[in-house]
């Protein structure tokens, strides 16, 4: 089946993520529509969605929906909702996958959600992917980005894995063209688990402690406790027989070192 690059952008999740990544997109010249609700919503339709970030602040007016069922039909859906909302969210996805070609990436945290879509969908229309940035949503339809990272790490999660196929080249080349920092990849498994062995061991840590990074990877004991979570993830990827590289306890411990002390779990590192 040939694939069509995607020009139309559904964003499932337009909290600080989706949003972002929608604003980005539709500043670009893409047709965006968000899925949203509550006073976001309405901001979204009255005001337009803004983004404040250190590159420059800037704000997009593109049409915002409640109900799924009322999204035009897309090429790509961005879904990046919470995982905890995914029993809601994922039956969703059949009404805004619509046409035979589109496709949905998910670019949830953690490792389940791939599998929780290709359920729903089919594992044709599913990529997965890791994205790194660091923004919240200030108010309704405001979204603040803190530092400069807007990184998208993606690729197929099913069937031929052996190179970049030829719609996650075509998607990257989008994301490019709006200023988004794209890598595509054959096997998305291997940045998946790859955030996944960082994040849980760090989320849990600062998360359990009340405390940033900073004093917990300074203290030996927690430090020890962090490396060893962090390489039994490793394991536990290899026995699921994702191909990792070599080395990424390390390299997570060399960032570890690198990253400011008062970073804590709701900023998401590029590793």
């Given amino acids: 089946m040939d694939y069509t690059p995607p020009v139309r952008f559904s964003i499932v999740g337009s909290g600080a993520v989706g949003g972002y990544y929608g604003a980005k997109l539709a500043r670009a010249g893409h047709p965006v529509t968000f899925l949203a609700r509550g006073a976001h919503l309405q901001a979204i339709r009255a005001h337009g969605l803004c983004v404040k970030t250190p590159l420059g602040d800037f704000s997009v007016h593109a049409r915002a929906e409640e109900r799924a069922e009322a999204l035009p039909a897309c090429d790509l859906a961005i ?29 949830q945290n953690g490792v389940d959600s791939v599998d929780e879509v290709a359920q729903a969908l089919g594992c044709e229309h599913v990529l997965g992917g890791a994205t790194y940035i660091a923004a919240a949503v200030t108010e309704p339809g405001v979204i603040e980005q803190t530092g400069t990272h807007r990184r998208i790490v993606f690729g ?65 004991f927690t430090r020890r406790q962090m490396n060893a979570a962090i390489v039994e993830l490793e394991a536990l990827a290899r026995a699921e027989g994702v191909p990792l590289e070599a080395g990424l306890a390390d390299r997570v411990a060399r960032y570890m070192n690198e990253i400011p002390p008062s970073t804590r779990s709701s900023l998401l590192i590029d590793l």
């Fill in 79 to 107: 879904f990046a909702v919470k995982t905890y909302s995914n029993p809601v969210a994922v039956p969703l996805l059949s009404a805004v996958i619509r046409d035979e070609g589109a496709v949905v990436l998910t670019l």
């Fill in 156 to 220: 197929e999660v099913f069937g031929d894995r052996s190179r970049v196929s030829d719609r996650v080249q075509a998607i990257s080349e989008a994301f490019e063209s709006a200023d988004i920092a794209s890598d595509p990849v054959s096997d998305a498994t291997v940045p998946i688990w790859e955030k996944f062995c960082y994040l849980v061991p760090f989320a849990a840590f600062t998360g359990a402690s009340r405390l940033p990074i900073g004093p917990l990877w300074a203290d030996p």
